[in-house]
């Protein structure tokens, strides 16, 4: 997660957005989200994956079948292909990456490769020696994954008892190697109240604070995390508070243009996701496998599949029931939070539209305040 200031909202553009505005146009791979396994400890109820039992196999034989995680050779593979395109940037994530016993070698190894790494933990399996082992990696930052101010809140949400500690614990150690942390937090029904808590929870930490208002829906019926959504009223109370001016979340209320060839999303330009199987995907919203890695290279994928093509057509021209709505300035519309609730990459993200009609409403009070 980032600390989700919107196109809508964003006062300027930083050269890192400059950097990424070019590569997004001629197509260059800088971003890889690596979902290593999907085996986890932890059976958060809002989860979108469908984790699997921790003790799985780590590794599998090289020839093994789809079914089975990448190897560690296999991985070192992908890795080195990764390089050869030019990827830069490298998230290692799960279900939780530390059950994989190799996680520390494919991150090494990404690293000699010059790319800057972050990983994604839910932080139970950090203790003092895992701390210090990150820290030798030189990783841009550790994500931390916290759901409450309290360990009764995130308990619930995680389903394991003192996993609350131990998520804490992660971000002390870490910080105290001097590692970069992020205390990262959807934000919920249930934690929204929350939300100054846990502020000065990751302040007290020393890590950043960086919280989302979205859910991702599950592709299996079986699971169903949009439950766990903020309500309107919630979305109310969340916006006054992130999006308050004086605390330096909005600079200027006036929402930039919508014009015919923004793109509201940059996805199928400069980044990809891949699964524990090798299954190479545009995003983590959107499951549209564009090849499978034990099946072809990398390069192959990213030159040659029409996939790309396609979604990278996906400007406000061509969102029919998005072009001319007044709320396109203020909307942070996810292509796949369309495709997963709504049905189609091209239809109206319904989710997005309740959440910038709030975010408008929550502006405009701002705006009367100011003016009057």
């Not at 400069?270 to 499951?287: H, K, Q, W």
């Not at 909307?331 to 997005?352: F, M, P, V, Y």
Request: hydrophobic residues 40%.
């Amino acid at each position: 997660m980032s600390a989700f200031v919107c196109d809508a909202c964003a006062p300027s553009v930083t050269p890192l957005q400059q950097l990424l505005g070019r590569v997004r146009h001629s197509h260059r791979l800088f971003a890889v989200h690596w979902e290593l396994t999907y085996r986890c400890n932890q059976a958060c109820a809002h989860c979108y994956l469908d984790v699997q039992p921790p003790k799985r196999a780590v590794r599998e034989a090289p020839g093994a079948t789809e079914q089975n995680e990448l190897s560690t050779a296999e991985c070192r593979r992908v890795i080195d292909e990764m390089a050869a395109l030019g990827a830069f940037s490298l998230v290692l994530s799960g279900g939780e990456p530390l059950l994989r016993d190799d996680w520390a070698e494919l991150a090494a190894y990404a690293r000699a490769r010059y790319m800057a790494l972050r990983l994604f933990t839910n932080g139970t399996l950090v203790d003092a020696s895992v701390a210090s082992r990150i820290a030798q990696l030189h990783l841009c930052t550790v994500e931390v994954s916290v759901y409450g101010a309290d360990a009764r809140t995130h308990d619930a949400l995680t389903r394991v008892h003192g996993s609350f500690d131990r998520a804490i614990r992660a971000l002390r150690l870490l910080r105290e190697q001097g590692v970069r942390t992020v205390m990262k937090t959807p934000m919920m029904r249930q934690n929204v109240g929350q939300f100054r808590g846990m502020q000065a929870l990751a302040g007290e930490l020393g890590a950043q604070f960086h919280h989302d208002a979205s859910i991702t829906p599950s592709a299996n019926p079986r699971l169903n995390p949009l439950q766990f959504r903020m309500t309107e009223d919630d979305l109310r109370a969340y916006y006054r508070q992130t999006l308050e001016p004086s605390r330096g979340s909005l600079v200027a209320n006036v929402p930039l243009a919508a014009t015919p060839d923004r793109r509201p999303c940059g996805i199928g330009t400069s980044a990809i996701t891949i699964d524990p199987y090798g299954n190479v995907f545009p995003c983590l919203e959107v499951r549209l496998a564009a090849g499978n890695l034990r099946q072809s290279p990398l390069r192959e994928i990213w030159e040659r599949s029409g996939l790309w093509a396609e979604l990278r057509r996906l400007t406000l021209e061509e969102l029919p029931a998005c072009r001319a709505c007044d709320l396109a300035g203020y909307c942070t519309r996810c292509h796949g939070l369309a495709w997963q609730i709504d049905g189609d990459l091209r239809t109206a993200s319904s989710e997005n539209c309740r959440q910038a009609r709030i975010r408008k409403e929550v502006l405009e009070e701002f705006n009367r305040s100011v003016q009057a």
